[in-house]
T-cell receptor
């Protein structure tokens, strides 16, 4: 099955640094979503993007829906230890059973 | 609201055994779905339902059955467990608006090991 190409696979950064991760796809999506998953928990929605070119912020998080509708990025500014976790991008099309297609995840580790 | 709840949290099965993973939501969401998550991979859709009495297959449906007799519950059945079904299973739910399913909310997951 199709998966989104998410990079990087992992990042180990110093507290206070900015983080950037992205997803690309060979297919177009109507919606791009970014989730964070903590150990032993289900994914929690961070940001949802509904229009090509849309730039949306949620606190220190900023995400953009690519103009081609085939990519998206997530930035985290001034990282803190609680940002540790796995971040997943997901694409969604309303005409495909509303199935979410997930990227492979970016594991973020923050050194205090 | 409790949101999306899943039971059990952990389960160990022997090959060939059957079991049902439970999922319930109290948000009156029409859309419910089951995903599996394997190491190093994102989640993959197993089955989904757009309302009571309606189910359909996702990306990886083989070996799993579902039913949706009520809006609140969406159980996932493994009829004859296989080691390849060792995974973490997540249930999710959302509203269905004019543009399709809205943002999906995930349960805490069931970690299944098949020996």
């Amino acid at each position: 099955g199709q998966q989104l190409n998410q990079s990087p696979q992992s990042m180990f950064i110093q507290e206070g640094e900015d983080v950037s991760m992205n997803c690309t796809s060979s297919s177009i999506f109507n919606t791009w979503l970014w989730y964070k998953q903590d150990p032993g928990e289900g994914p929690v929605l961070l940001i949802a993007l509904y229009k090509a070119g849309e730039l949306t912020s949620n606190g220190r998080l900023t995400a953009q829906f690519g103009i081609t509708r085939k990519d998206s990025f997530l930035n985290i500014s001034a990282s803190i230890p609680s940002d540790v976790g796995i971040y997943f991008c997901a694409g969604q099309n309303n005409n495909a059973g509303n199935m979410l297609t997930f990227g492979g995840g970016t594991r973020l580790m923050v050194k205090p | 609201n409790a949101g999306v709840t899943q039971t059990p949290k952990f389960q160990v099965l022997k090959t060939g055994q059957s079991m049902t993973l439970q999922c319930a939501q109290d948000m009156n969401h029409e859309y419910m779905s089951w995903y599996r998550q394997d190491p190093g991979m994102g989640l993959r859709l197993i089955h989904y339902s757009v309302g009571a009495g309606i189910t359909d297959q996702g990306e990886v449906p083989n070996g799993y059955n579902v039913s949706r007799s009520t809006t609140e519950d969406f159980p996932l059945r493994l009829l004859s467990a296989a080691p390849s079904q060792t995974s973490v299973y997540f249930c999710a739910s959302s509203y269905v608006g004019l543009a399709g399913a809205d943002t999906q909310y995930f349960g805490p997951g069931t970690r299944l090991t098949v020996l």
